[in-house]
């Protein structure tokens, strides 16, 4: 089976706090990509980060950090210090070469409140 | 990195329409796709827009209902036809390349009303 799991419909944060995205992905692919995408209320979608299933280090970028862990088929996306500009909904996605498709998780909405 | 430019970005229908929607990408591209996201949920692959032969659609989608062009490499439309209040969604349109890294690329969206 493919798929990728978001299991946190929506989280409630106050502003400051720190808070994780989670995302599981299955696959039988050896190589694939991962992606997050931002999805504000206007409804494009604003392209976050790409990992390929061979690069396995972490990555910071501001706020922004992800853990890619292939031993648990996860890809977790942290923001430090969430601000009210951060509330959107988050999707993880899935490329795979097998296919040629992208599939994406249910997504996580994310309120940060003042 | 490739530009898409989708239109119309928003529109209100009568039920039985029919809508067109346009992707212009700004380069040459082989992988085009079209996305269909009801309200308050995730993205549903419709179909795979191929360059001089019929898209490749998705379980759930078939053509009569969103035929879809391919006449070159850097356009493409998808009508969604016979319109009802179900298929009030945002429609994406998504490029991939795969020259080194794979890269996938989303024009802004349309958000279609069916009344």
């Known amino acids: 089976a493919q798929k990728v799991t978001q299991a946190q419909t929506e989280i409630s944060v106050v502003e400051k706090e720190d808070v994780t995205l989670d995302c599981v992905y299955e696959t039988r692919d050896t190589t694939y990509y991962l992606f997050w995408y931002k999805q504000p209320p206007s409804g494009e979608l604003v392209f976050l980060i790409r990992?390929?299933?061979?690069?396995?280090q972490n990555e910071i970028s501001g706020r922004y950090s992800w853990n890619f862990q292939k031993s648990t088929s996860s890809f977790n996306f942290t923001i430090t210090a969430s601000q009210v500009v951060d509330s959107a909904v988050y999707f993880c996605?899935?490329?795979?070469?097998?296919?040629?498709?992208?599939?994406f998780g249910s997504g996580t909405r994310l309120l940060v409140r003042p | 990195s490739a530009v898409i430019s989708q239109k119309p970005s928003r529109d209100i229908c009568q039920r039985g329409t029919s809508l067109t929607i346009q992707c212009q990408v700004d380069s040459q591209v082989t992988m085009m796709f079209w996305y269909r996201q009801q309200p308050g949920q995730s993205l549903t692959l419709i179909a795979t827009a191929n360059q001089g032969s019929e898209a490749t659609y998705e379980s759930g989608f078939v053509i009569d209902k969103f035929p879809i062009s391919r006449p070159n490499l850097t356009f493409s439309t998808l009508t969604v036809s016979n319109m009802s209040p179900e298929d009030s969604s945002i429609y994406l349109c998504?490029?991939?390349?795969?020259?080194?890294?794979?890269?996938?690329?989303f024009g802004q969206g349309t958000r279609l009303t069916v009344v």
């Open positions: 990992r390929n299933s061979f690069d396995e």
């Open positions: 998504s490029v991939v390349e795969r020259s080194g890294n794979t890269e996938a690329f």
């Open positions: 996605a899935l490329w795979m070469d097998s296919s040629y498709k992208l599939i």
